[in-house]
Each structure stands twice: as structure tokens, then as C-alpha cells.
């Protein structure tokens, strides 16, 4: 069973490899499906995203591992997330993800419903997420993160019951940032049962990071 998992980072921002060899361990993990989104604002949106262009543009597409340039929008004031996400996505960011509202940060209040009013794709690690933002994710297609990072996962199962209380999509990701991060397909499994997730839930999750490759991938 091969992993997609579209939340990753590398030494572009703070993930300890190159995008090669985060690819290359990716593929000897067995995943199908790879996005690099390193951490952004507007300090680093451009230099990130022509990187990452440049890097893709050159991986070859024939090797079973296909891989998205994107990024992670990081500590943005809400007030500027509508904004980058346009920015990000004329620039050419095949996937936009927002650094959600984590109780192991000081993420800005609001910037989970910022992020899903502005459409991004994924709203990760986003915490004590409310009711009313998921049915605005809902509505914009925007996915909520299930993750496998220590810290950002203390409130997966919360996210879970959001999810499926409103019917927001899921997804799981491992915002690795170091080879050790990377999913096992065993793994992935444990971390979507143990925040109470049923097994045909996460076929659903599966089939959700699929459907967002196969739509962004070019």
C-alpha cells in the first residue's frame, strides 16, 4: 500500500534535506505521492517556489514518485493569508497549505478560518478547530490534516469528530522534516485509528490525497 503525503519540508526552509534526496527516500519508503511545501510568508514566497519549480521540472515523471512544488503558508497575520494564496498560486505553486491554529504554537486567532475563506488546499495541524470553519472548509473543498508530527497531533481526534460531525474532508501527512518523519503505510494506519478514525474513513482520506494529486499534478 503506497503513501501520498502532501505536507513535507526541506532545507529550504526548516527540513534537514535537499529536495533530491527527500524524494529519494520518499520513493525507497514506497510513496506513490510527494508535495515539498516549505515553510512561507512574504519574505520567501518567490525564492521558495521558483526552487522547488526548478527542482520538480527536472525529476523524472516515469519512476513511480510523483511530486508537487508547493508551500506552506507559516505565521501569516489572517488578514494577509487571501492575499499569498493568490500570490503562491500565480507564481506557480501546484498546492497551498496553511500552518493551522496548533496549541503548540502561537499561530494568530482567525487564521484557520483565513485560510480555508481564501480556498487553500490543506489546513494543516489545525487544532481546536470550530464547526463553523469546517463547514466553510466544506464548502471551499479545502481539506483538514490529520498529522503524524509529535506536538501538532495532540488534537487529531478533535479534528476527527469536527470532520465528522460537518463532513470537511480529511488527509493525513507527515510534515516530515526529516527522513525519520517519512510514513510507513503501518504507521499511517496506527496514527488514523488512534484519533478514532474508522478503516473505511481512511480509505476515504486515502482516496482524498489521491484525488488532490492526480488534480494539481502537471
Do not use: W
Amino acid at each position: 500500500m503506497s503513501i501520498i503525503d502532501l505536507h513535507t519540508h526541506t532545507l529550504l526552509s526548516d527540513g534537514v534535506l535537499v529536495p533530491s534526496e527527500l524524494a529519494a527516500r520518499a520513493k525507497d519508503a514506497g510513496y506513490s505521492g510527494l508535495a515539498i511545501t516549505d515553510h512561507v510568508d512574504s519574505s520567501n514566497i518567490e525564492s521558495v517556489i521558483e526552487k522547488l519549480l526548478n527542482f520538480t521540472s527536472e525529476f523524472p515523471n516515469d519512476n513511480g514518485l510523483r511530486i508537487l512544488a508547493g508551500v506552506e503558508l507559516t505565521h501569516v497575520q489572517p488578514a494577509r493569508i487571501g492575499s499569498l494564496v493568490k500570490i503562491a498560486r500565480s507564481l506557480g505553486a501546484q498546492i497551498v497549505v496553511c500552518h493551522g491554529e496548533s496549541i503548540v504554537e502561537p499561530v494568530a486567532e482567525g487564521t484557520n478560518m483565513a485560510a480555508v475563506s481564501a480556498g487553500v488546499d490543506i489546513l494543516a495541524h489545525p487544532g481546536l478547530v470550530t464547526e463553523e470553519c469546517a463547514r466553510v472548509a466544506k464548502e471551499n473543498s479545502v481539506l483538514f490534516e490529520i498529522t503524524a508530527r509529535s506536538g501538532h497531533n495532540y488534537t487529531n481526534g478533535h479534528v476527527a469528530k469536527i470532520a465528522e460531525k460537518t463532513g470537511v474532508g480529511l488527509i493525513l501527512n507527515s510534515d516530515a522534516h526529516a527522513p525519520s518523519d517519512l510514513l510507513t503505510p503501518e504507521l499511517a494506519k496506527k496514527i488514523v485509528l488512534g484519533a478514532g478514525i474508522t478503516n473505511n474513513k481512511y480509505e476515504e482520506m486515502r482516496e482524498n490525497a489521491s484525488r488532490l494529486l492526480k488534480k494539481t499534478f502537471h
